[in-house]
T-cell receptor
Framework: DTGVSQDPRHKITKRGQNVTFRCDPI?????LYWYRQTLGQGPEFLTY????????KSRLLSDRFSAERPKGSFSTLEIQRTEQGDSAMYLC????????????FGSGTQLSVL | TQLLEQSPQFLSIQEGENLTVYCNSS?????LQWYRQEPGEGPVLLVT?????EVKKLKRLTFQFGDARKDSSLHITAAQPGDTGLYLC????????????FGTGTRLKVLA
């Protein structure tokens, strides 16, 4: 399977705990995106990388959120001291000029903070 | 602040009917994409439009980008139950940026 892979698919955690999600993009794609989506709403932009460089980060993100893409391949999104309002679907996407900047999305990680 | 507003928010129609979904903004976009998303999955790209006034057709789906590149529409002819899903528009504000902002979404249900 050469699509975008996200792990885990589901995460249940208690308020105050830290969580980390992983995204493996399509191998030849140099851009990687993180979005957050709540039920019935459009995805909300969080951040994106070009290779290993984090080019933009949403001002909506608090300091509790951090993302890395250390070698320009897979990426991790960490949420520290989770709050109930962090409950959402976290989507990862990748793209490249070769595919006309089409965003290929993974199936997401559904986070529930109790 | 949501830059892209979609209407209607919800739409339930009978099989065979036509419908139009709108994506509006006060901002200019260098390109605009339409996606469809099914429950538990990520969005899947349907089309990209880049030129003001551009019209693209994909089988029963017709996409139009406004002349001023601030709005777009998606028209579905003779809707089928398989068209059911969440339709999303997404735009890039300026050329050379790859930050895509998504609209508020339109949930479509087509009844057999």
């Amino acid at each position: 399977d050469t699509g975008v892979s996200q792990d885990p698919r589901h995460k249940i955690t208690k308020r105050g705990q830290n969580v980390t999600f992983r995204c493996d993009p399509i191998s030849e794609h140099n851009r990687l995106y993180w979005y957050r989506q709540t039920l019935g709403q459009g995805p909300e932009f969080l951040t994106y990388f070009q290779n290993e460089a984090q080019l933009e980060k949403s001002r909506l993100l608090s300091d509790r959120f951090s993302a890395e893409r250390p070698k320009g391949s897979f990426s991790t999104l960490e949420i520290q001291r989770t709050e109930q309002g962090d409950s959402a679907m976290y989507l990862c996407a990748s793209s490249s000029r070769q595919v006309g900047e089409k965003l290929f999305f993974g199936s997401g990680t559904q986070l529930s903070v109790l | 602040t949501q830059l892209l507003e979609q209407s209607p928010q919800f739409l339930s129609i009978q099989e065979g009917e036509n419908l139009t979904v709108y994506c509006n903004s006060s901002s200019v976009f260098s390109s605009l994409q339409w996606y469809r998303q099914e429950p538990g999955e990520g969005p899947v790209l349907l089309v990209t439009v880049v030129t003001g006034g551009e019209v693209k057709k994909l089988k029963r789906l017709t996409f139009q980008f406004g002349d001023a590149r601030k709005d777009s529409s998606l028209h579905i002819t003779a809707a089928q139950p398989g068209d059911t899903g969440l339709y999303l528009c997404a735009g890039a504000r300026t050329s050379g940026t790859y930050k895509y902002i998504f609209g508020t979404g339109t949930r479509l249900k087509v009844l057999a």
